[in-house]
């Protein structure tokens, strides 16, 4: 399962749509991000505010939207609204290629450069549980031996992902909070989309990876 998320760490390549959380609400938002993006970007009907487009395009990316990928690597690649940059715009073009989106294949053989990893966007932000985990206190190994509760990571996962997630230069903090994003820590579950396991991984995307467990 850490394999995957190794691709959000240095010298990875972003896994795009395997990230995608499972949830009814998730296309919706994603299509609603896009369409702000589009009208702050070109300025249709609202102030063209291109930083604020490129935020959007992000979040709706960091979801897995192909569109939003292959727009937003434009931006890079024409310095619209954002600093230029050839190795950013061929990260999220080739992120879209991999979906499918022939123009996108197209524009990352025409760059012909790629990032090793995607910015700091990209990245889900840390849930106030999971900073609590990494916070200092005076008897740690107390701490995370209490019952599990609802919001809590339960020990057997935390231990695991602290053992496991530097050997793959991955912060145990990230991998805890995709976990609890993707499956609130259950194991079992398995989303409508198939999506299964503590990272809510495809099957295709788990062979892919050679996730085995």
């Not at 022939?102 to 849930?127: F, I, N, T």
């Not at 701490?143 to 050997?167: D, F, N, T």
């Not at 805890?176 to 398995?190: K, P, T």
């Amino acid at each position: 399962m850490l394999a995957l998320i190794a691709a959000l760490g240095p010298g990875g390549a972003w896994a795009g749509a395997a990230a995608t959380p499972a949830g009814d609400d998730v296309e919706p938002r994603i299509a609603q991000w896009r369409r702000e993006a589009l009208a702050l970007e070109h300025g249709e009907g609202v102030p063209r505010d291109r930083a604020r487009a490129a935020a959007l395009y992000c979040e709706a990316a960091r979801l897995g939207d192909a569109e939003s990928q292959f727009n937003l690597g434009w931006m890079y690649a024409l310095g619209r609204g954002i600093e230029r940059d050839d190795a950013m715009a061929g990260f999220f073009f080739a992120a879209a290629a991999e979906q499918g989106l022939a123009q996108a294949q197209r524009m990352r053989d025409a760059v012909g450069v790629r990032a090793e990893h995607g910015p700091d966007c990209l990245r889900p932000p840390v849930p106030p549980i999971v900073a609590s985990i990494q916070a200092p206190a005076p008897e740690p190994s107390a701490a995370l031996a209490e019952p599990a509760l609802p919001e809590r990571a339960p020990r057997p996962i935390v231990e695991l992902v602290q053992k496991m997630a530097p050997g793959f230069r991955v912060e145990p903090g990230l991998v805890l909070a995709i976990m609890q994003a993707e499956s609130n820590f259950d194991a079992a579950a398995v989303s409508p989309r198939n999506a299964q396991g503590l990272m809510q991984l495809i099957p295709d995307t788990a062979a892919r990876f050679n996730v085995r467990n």
